[in-house]
């Protein structure tokens, strides 16, 4: 599947593109993650990634970097892990600057998206990239295309889950129309903090 998803410039965010990864964009994901690596958000596909790994969320060298994409490829070849690079155009540069992720999975392991009732949301901004929106607008994006594209066939409701104490997703999920349905307490060791769960499902957003 290609993918290509165009989002006008609004306020202080500039126009966005949203796309699969390539190997192109590992230098520009590399920098990133020297500079500020996150704690979680860019998880390899579960059948490409090492178990050592656990929490492992981003690539720090070229080696992790093949392997990262490797499994951004797969999900998209078994249509269970969607996942897209967010690029941002600054009017002063004449290309399109990394400036986040947005992923999409299945809550039941293995099953195709086309498959699913029931998705989780995910996302990270790079840090040049946050206060602008385009976390929001990002999200939005690729809530409408998973369900343009796989409510039809059965996708209900994509889910947002954040820390408890992040209250900067929090708003983006609120922003994003993903309403707050409860407190999910930690569940070690598959989770180890307690978080938020937000949801949006298709009637609302088609309705």
């Given at each position: 599947?290609?993918?290509?998803?165009?989002v006008?410039?609004?306020g202080?965010?500039?126009?966005?593109?949203?796309?699969?990864?390539?190997?192109?964009?590992?230098?520009?994901?590399?920098?990133?993650?020297?500079?500020?690596?996150?704690?979680?958000?860019?998880?390899?596909?579960?059948?490409?990634?090492?178990?050592?790994?656990?929490?492992?969320?981003?690539?720090?060298?070229?080696?992790?970097?093949?392997?990262?994409?490797?499994?951004?490829?797969?999900?998209?070849?078994?249509?269970?892990?969607?996942?897209f690079?967010?690029?941002?155009?600054?009017?002063?540069?004449?290309?399109?600057c990394?400036?986040?992720?947005?992923?999409?999975?299945?809550?039941?392991?293995?099953?195709?998206?086309?498959?699913?009732?029931?998705?989780?949301?995910?996302?990270?901004?790079?840090?040049?990239?946050?206060?602008?929106?385009?976390?929001?607008?990002?999200?939005?994006?690729?809530?409408?295309?998973?369900?343009?594209?796989?409510?039809?066939?059965?996708?209900?409701?994509?889910?947002?889950?954040?820390?408890?104490?992040?209250?900067?997703?929090?708003?983006?999920?609120?922003?994003?129309?993903?309403?707050?349905?409860?407190?999910?307490?930690?569940?070690?060791?598959?989770?180890?903090?307690?978080?938020?769960?937000?949801?949006?499902?298709?009637?609302?957003?088609?309705?």
């Open positions: 599947m290609t993918v290509a998803l165009q006008r410039a609004a202080r965010r500039s126009a966005l593109l949203l796309r699969p990864w390539s190997l192109g964009d590992m230098v520009a994901l590399l920098a990133e993650m020297a500079y500020e690596y996150p704690r979680r958000g860019l998880h390899s596909h579960p059948e490409t990634g090492r178990p050592e790994w656990g929490c492992w969320t981003g690539p720090s060298d070229e080696q992790q970097a093949w392997e990262w994409l490797a499994g951004q490829d797969r999900g998209w070849h078994d249509g269970d892990w969607l996942t690079a967010v690029f941002e155009q600054h009017e002063s540069v004449p290309s399109y990394l400036a986040g992720h947005v992923g999409l999975k299945s809550c039941t392991r293995g099953d195709r998206l086309a498959q699913s009732e029931s998705a989780e949301v995910s996302y990270w901004i790079a840090a040049a990239a946050r206060g602008r929106g385009v976390a929001t607008a990002a999200l939005t994006a690729v809530t409408a295309w998973a369900f343009e594209n796989f409510a039809t066939t059965g996708l209900v409701q994509i889910k947002l889950v954040h820390d408890l104490d992040n209250h900067a997703s929090c708003r983006v999920a609120d922003k994003s129309g993903y309403a707050f349905q409860k407190v999910s307490p930690a569940n070690p060791p598959l989770w180890f903090t307690a978080g938020h769960i937000h949801t949006r499902s298709a009637g609302a957003f088609t309705g």
